[in-house]
């Protein structure tokens, strides 16, 4: 009897398209913003970038007072971001992908939960990146499991995609639950002061087909009722069937890409957007090595072959008259 042997490959296109969208995220916050938005005093917290402490790791406290120093590394932050995104090598680039995350969310003055969530992200996907073998992380994993270390390297991906899954379970089930205790949300009018909202309502071209439906009764109550059914759901998307996580992921991807129209919040939308795709999507291949038993390692006993026979004709009886 043969044994079977599972080994999951975390290497697939799934964790590479979030890999993808992460990055792109923060290289539009660093591209899109200029050196004096990014890098300029705050009230209450001082001069950025900050300096002191685990902060003084940031790349950007290279050139903390010199402007053209501070735009050549937001330039170079960029640059490397992209190759990120283009999938190249995921080996190499996952430890820079996660330093300048960290440059960006500790050395920036306007950082926000979209920098936040792809640096963790960012982190989690140095273990399954480190392990991959593949040139571009569009390409198909490995056929077959490998050597040994390579098996270590495939427990250790998996176990990072594990506890992304876990991580993004505990982001959207703290987003459900912390807005029940406001009446707002529970009464079903929350969205109405969030889309008129001078700083994150809908901006004035979609503010023309928001207004109406946030100003009936049923349309602001859908607005603010279905975020948290969907946050919800994607809470406890690892225990719905596959069929139902897709339809929770789509829905996911809607509600953070409607975030990124009528909040302008897109760096969030496209780290949430990534984790989305781990959490609901097969992030891997199951690769079955056979192993046979001992009793079956002994030759065969040769079968001596089998002399042909001639074959019958038969045929009908004579009938003979008598």
Not at 100 to 124: C, E, P, R, T, W
Not at 234 to 242: E, I, R, T, Y
Not at 258 to 266: A, D, H, K, T, V
Not at 290 to 304: G, I, L
Request: hydrophobic share 50%; charged share 15%; aromatic share 10%.
């Amino acid at each position: 009897m043969a044994a079977d042997r599972l080994v999951r490959l975390p290497w697939s296109n799934v964790y590479g398209l979030a890999r993808t969208l992460v990055a792109l995220g923060t290289a539009g916050t660093l591209a899109f913003s200029s050196v004096d938005t990014l890098f300029r005093p705050v009230a209450l917290a001082g001069d950025f970038p900050a300096c002191e402490g685990a902060t003084s790791a940031s790349v950007f406290c290279l050139a903390k007072d010199d402007h053209t120093g501070l735009l050549w590394l937001k330039w170079l932050c960029v640059l490397l971001l992209l190759i990120v995104a283009s999938g190249w090598r995921p080996r190499l680039t996952a430890v820079p992908h996660a330093y300048v995350n960290y440059s960006v969310f500790a050395g920036i003055a306007i950082s926000d939960g979209g920098d936040q969530i792809g640096l963790v992200l960012s982190m989690l996907f140095i273990l399954p990146a480190l392990g991959d073998p593949r040139r571009w992380h569009w390409q198909a994993p490995p056929s077959d499991e490998g050597s040994r270390a390579r098996r270590g390297w495939a427990l250790i991906g998996s176990s990072g995609l594990l506890m992304l899954r876990l991580q993004m379970c505990v982001v959207y089930f703290t987003a459900c639950v912390a807005k029940l205790p406001h009446q707002e949300w529970y009464d079903g009018t929350a969205m109405w002061y969030w889309s008129t909202n001078l700083s994150f309502g809908a901006p004035p071209w979609l503010a023309a087909v928001v207004r109406p439906v946030v100003s009936t009764p049923w349309g602001v109550a859908l607005m603010t009722w279905l975020p948290l059914l969907i946050e919800i759901t994607l809470a406890v998307a690892p225990l719905l069937p596959q069929r139902v996580r897709c339809a929770a992921m789509w829905a996911g991807l809607l509600f953070h890409f409607s975030i990124g129209l009528m909040m302008g919040l897109w760096s969030f939308a496209l780290a949430m957007a990534g984790g989305i795709l781990v959490l609901c999507l097969p992030s891997g291949a199951t690769i079955a090595r056979r192993r046979a038993h001992p009793t079956a390692e002994a030759p065969a006993e040769p079968v001596e072959p089998v002399e042909p026979v001639e074959p019958t004709t038969l045929r009908p009886p004579v009938r003979t008259a008598g």
